[in-house]
């Protein structure tokens, strides 16, 4: 009895560890013909379906709502209105913990020089298409101060420089922080003022938003003007007024507009009251933006809300 007892117990034993090994081979195979869509759900349903943006009613906001009504894999989804700080501060939480998030981003930002992120491929170009940043300047500046205009008309710069401006900007002033760039980039400095004749106190007004990159760009470009004998000053203030202030000639000159989108409306409404002197930075976007770590590269990757 005792013999058969061990021979059965033996028996179910073995039987056991042959059904489980089927069923772990079942799994893995689950694994590996359907892993794509699994996680990319898994994603999807790790954020809880949620975009992390910034203030009602800002552009890049309005421009989220868009991309949610133009993808069906977006369906439930729900974009979460903050501040933009408030955004900076679920960013910074979630790459501390390596957790999964979907934000909306532009460039230029110094999240870009903080951490790395990526945009996620937006083959419906609902969050828009690159725009440009102008330098625009009252009409007669040439002939009022060559100097300036000469500056202005060959003032250019990379969005990276921009960012890694705002980026030590946070930890000190903008105006220190554009300063400490134009120090450690003579080179390119030298070629916005090369030939430039020194003037001698003139005042300069130089009109421009308080979004974070168009302060650094102002603040570049007054640390220069500066540098050349200009007594500068520097007033943010809503964009139809940047607009409103060249064209009257109450202000000098602006580095700030966004163009064709942005501000294009604005721009439209004063063409030919100023002069406008072409791109200063390029390649500025919106979209939806991600940590490098997540696996996801397009918003087509998401999976809609169940």
């Known amino acids: 009895m005792i013999s058969n007892l061990k021979f059965f117990s033996l028996f179910t034993a073995f039987a056991s560890i042959l059904i489980l090994a089927a069923c772990g081979n079942g799994d893995e195979g689950a694994g590996e013909d359907g892993g794509g869509n699994g ?34 894999n977006l369906d439930g989804w729900t974009l979460e209105e903050s501040s933009t700080g408030g955004m900076m501060s679920v960013l910074r939480d979630s790459i501390e913990n390596e957790a999964p998030i979907l934000i909306t981003g532009w460039s230029p930002h110094y999240k870009f020089v903080e951490f790395d992120l990526k945009y996620l491929e937006d083959p419906e170009g609902a969050m828009g298409e690159t725009e440009d940043v102008h330098t625009i300047v009252r009409l007669g500046l040439d002939e009022d101060m060559p100097e300036a205009y000469q500056m202005l008309d060959r003032f250019h710069w990379e969005l990276e420089d921009m960012e890694q401006v705002m980026y030590d900007g946070e930890d000190s002033t903008y105006p220190e922080a554009a300063e400490a760039w134009v120090d450690d980039n003579r080179e390119v400095v030298e070629e916005w003022v090369e030939g430039i004749e020194m003037v001698d106190g003139e005042q300069f007004e130089l009109v421009s938003m308080s979004w974070e990159s168009e302060v650094a760009s102002a603040q570049v470009v007054r640390t220069v003007l500066e540098e050349i004998g200009y007594d500068v000053t520097v007033t943010d203030v809503d964009p139809a007024v940047v607009f409103q202030a060249i064209a009257n000639g109450e202000a000098d000159a602006t580095v700030a507009p966004w163009l064709p989108v942005t501000q294009g409306h604005h721009y439209e409404e004063h063409e030919g009251d100023f002069e406008d002197l072409g791109p200063n930075s390029t390649d500025t976007m919106n979209g939806i933006v991600v940590p490098e770590y997540m696996d996801i590269e397009s918003i087509e990757d998401l999976e809609p809300a169940q």
């Open 39 to 72: 996680e990319e759900a898994g994603v999807s349903e790790a954020v809880d379906y949620t975009i992390h943006g910034i203030e009602p009613g800002a552009g890049i906001t309005e421009l989220a709502y868009n991309t949610l009504d133009t993808y069906d």
